[in-house]
């Protein structure tokens, strides 16, 4: 047994690498638009809040709203995905998404601001958790960490580029065809999520059985290593959905997930606010210091998840990037008169929470299995977007109550302590480090 295992693993690394460079790029770069587009917002707000008499407490409450709708239909978009498979819900989240991202170039009032974000939000339920139930078919747990990182650099990256280019729109087509840069922001950021939309349905395969890219020794292969990881995994029973609801579990693993989303959304929406508020007037410069401060987060969430995969260690991993970014916004008031302390702050900041909402995905993906993983999947995305939507809403009532991002910000660090002591009240590093060892003895090598 041992001999055979030691002649097919040269066979399975490469099989997982070829499914990694046939799916990885398409599927970062379909969440590189999506994100793009959800928090461009936050350039926009530096203008269209004056442009039309708006306040940080209407831009904090309308990206709530956004959450409110992603949060509804989080569980019946994953329930449909796993009916009708990942191509057709791809193309119809990203199609929807891309019109209504362009509609906003329309906002005249509140109102329009908020009936268009609960729409946006409806529109791109189902994404995440859907993705992640997607590499679940085809890749195990071993693999997951590092996996799932690579998808989630989408968030950092759209920052890396996508924030340089959203300075660069707003500053140089402000004023062309007699349309504010804002406006322009919206349009052009909007129009590629739509082309891609369509893509997804010739290029992606709703399971490896479908896909002809593969052979059949392949195939026959990632199935029986996939069986493997499922009865060896944390929680290898199926479970139906119901009976993963009376698991009390389920809901620490989804009150981690409110915590990563409450802080991860605090930089993601309020960075540039940040930066303009510390004495960066222009408009590019905010730009590319965000791409910058991005770009930090990029590299902590792939070294840190590549490292985690090496040693199969999750808790250690989580906790430290997480404790970092909590003490950095603690201490974002010691540099309120430095740019480039805040710039240093922002960036660990970025650095620990891209980091823990990489991890954080290899808890649930490994836990729940079978019947269950869907709708489970689902509901700890939705009450992750809960989170998303509480962070800005609190972020933005703080700044109207007392002039000052700081409170909110602080109000954050306290939220990443506590998901802190949650992640190791979820699952014991125990019974962890017992599925991380099953998952290197039957699945991959970590050089895979």
Not at 107 to 120: D, K
Not at 215 to 230: G, V
Not at 243 to 257: E, Q, S, T, W
Request: charged share 10%; glycine share 8%; aromatic share 10%.
């Amino acid at each position: 047994m041992q001999t055979h295992e030691r002649t097919s693993m040269p066979q399975e690394q490469l099989l997982y690498r070829k499914i990694l460079w046939r799916l990885l790029p398409f599927i970062l770069l379909c969440y590189f638009i999506c994100y793009l587009d959800r928090v461009n917002i936050g350039f926009a707000k530096l203008k269209f809040l004056t442009d039309l008499n708006l306040t940080d407490a209407n831009y904090g409450f309308a990206t709530a709203l956004f959450f409110v709708t992603y949060s509804l239909f989080d569980i019946p978009s994953n329930l449909l995905l796993a009916k009708i498979g990942v191509r057709k819900t791809l193309t119809r989240i990203m199609v929807i998404w891309g019109i209504l991202s362009a509609m906003q170039m329309f906002i005249q009032s509140a109102s329009h601001l908020y009936a268009l974000r609960l729409l946006f939000g409806a529109a791109e339920a189902g994404f995440i958790p859907g993705i992640m139930l997607y590499l679940t078919y085809w890749f195990p747990n071993a693999l997951r960490g590092r996996v799932t990182s690579l998808f989630l650099l989408g968030i950092p990256i759209s920052g890396m580029i996508g924030a340089p280019l959203s300075g660069a729109i707003m500053q140089n087509m402000q004023g062309t065809l007699s349309l504010h840069g804002w406006q322009w922001l919206f349009l052009i950021e909007a129009l590629p999520a739509i082309v891609i939309g369509v893509a997804a349905f010739f290029y992606l395969d709703d399971t490896p059985a479908e896909a002809r890219w593969l052979s059949a020794e392949e195939k026959s292969l990632l199935a029986s290593r996939l069986a493997e990881d499922r009865k060896h995994g944390t929680h290898a029973q199926a479970q139906s959905l119901r009976a993963m609801l009376h698991d009390p579990r389920l809901y620490l693993i989804a009150a981690v997930n409110f915590s990563v989303n409450c802080v991860t959304n605090a930089v993601s929406f309020w960075t540039p606010s940040i930066l303009k508020s510390v004495g960066v007037a222009n408009v590019g410069h905010i730009g590319w210091l965000t791409g910058g401060i991005s770009a930090i987060g990029a590299l902590g969430m792939v070294l840190v998840s590549q490292h985690s995969d090496r040693t199969m260690e999750r808790h250690l991993h989580f906790t430290v990037p997480g404790l970092l970014a909590a003490a950095s916004f603690v201490a974002l008031p010691l540099a309120r008169d430095s740019v480039a302390g805040t710039v240093a702050l922002m960036m660990c900041a970025m650095f620990g929470c891209y980091t823990i909402l990489a991890l954080y995905w290899t808890i649930p993906t490994a836990y729940m299995q079978g019947k269950s993983a869907a709708g489970g999947l689902a509901f700890v995305s939705m009450v992750g977007a809960i989170g998303s939507g509480v962070s800005p809403s609190i972020i933005g009532w703080l700044k109207v109550q007392t002039g000052s991002l700081y409170s909110g910000m602080f109000v954050m660090g306290i939220v990443g302590i506590a998901g802190v002591v949650l992640v190791w009240m979820a699952i014991p590093p125990a019974k962890m480090r017992l599925a991380q060892k099953r998952a290197m003895a039957n699945g991959p090598s970590a050089e895979s």
